[in-house]
């Protein structure tokens, strides 16, 4: 069945330091895909998407880019922040049925 | 919009009681979702809607637990009766499918049933 398997943590990483978080797919077709974030205490939230193969996501300074080929879509960030540690999910979608999957969770800590 | 709002945001019950969660999606999201968050277990979905009917329940831990959407604006989410291991964050998500599936989170409620 479609799932998504992403990188355990714990994570911790020094102030301006490079974040790499994993993540692998299986799914039949062409999923879209997803990157959520959980600050503590609040709900998930959209970080990025990328709705085909070789789209790249990208928002506050994070980027993920859909490979098909590798069926991944790892999580980077050149330089992290102390208001960058929280919980980070990837999570997949099949345009039929909106039905999400989601990977367990990395969670990510940043020291200054 | 204000998003998907959940309701109770903290309930402290005891163990025998029942809990009933409360969920409004965003207006126009034809597609509503529970999770449930543990540490132990992570994110799991429990059951989801499509327009208001319920089309896949496969993740209800067992009959304690029951949902349903009266209509467009309003789920809830029923544990009777609740049980220790109950506890948890409860998470309401609504999404659109002409919106090419993005899902939108409400902040949760965390459940205590001691």
């Given amino acids: 069945g479609d799932s998504v398997t992403q990188m355990e943590g714990p994570v911790t990483l020094s102030e301006e330091a490079f974040l790499t978080i994993n993540c692998t797919y299986t799914a039949t077709g062409?999923?879209?895909?997803?990157?959520?974030?959980?600050y503590p205490g609040e709900g998930l939230q959209l970080l990025l998407k990328?709705?085909?193969?070789?789209?790249?996501g990208s928002n506050k300074g994070f980027e993920a880019t859909y490979r098909k080929e590798t069926t991944s879509f790892h999580l980077e960030k050149g330089s992290v922040q102390v208001s960058d540690s929280a919980v980070y999910f990837c999570a997949l979608s099949k345009n039929t049925g909106n039905q999400f999957y989601f990977g367990t969770g990395t969670s990510l800590t940043v020291i200054p | 919009d204000a998003g998907v709002i959940q309701s109770p945001r903290h309930e402290v019950t005891e163990m025998g009681q029942?809990?009933?969660?409360?969920?409004k999606p965003i207006s126009g999201h034809d597609y509503l979702f529970w999770y449930r968050q543990t540490m132990m277990r992570g994110l799991e979905l429990l059951i989801y809607f499509n327009n208001n009917v319920p089309i896949d329940d496969s993740g209800m831990p067992e009959d304690r637990f029951s949902a349903k959407m009266p209509n467009a604006s309003f789920s809830t989410l029923k544990i009777q009766p609740s049980e220790p291991r109950d506890s948890a964050v409860y998470f309401c998500a609504s999404s659109s499918r002409t919106d090419r599936t993005e899902a939108f989170f409400g902040q949760g409620t965390r459940l205590t049933v001691v």
């Fill in chain 2, 18 to 23: 029942e809990v009933t969660l409360r969920c």
């Fill in chain 1, 30 to 38: 062409y999923p879209s895909l997803f990157w959520y974030v959980q």
């Fill in chain 1, 50 to 56: 990328a709705t085909k193969a070789d789209d790249k």
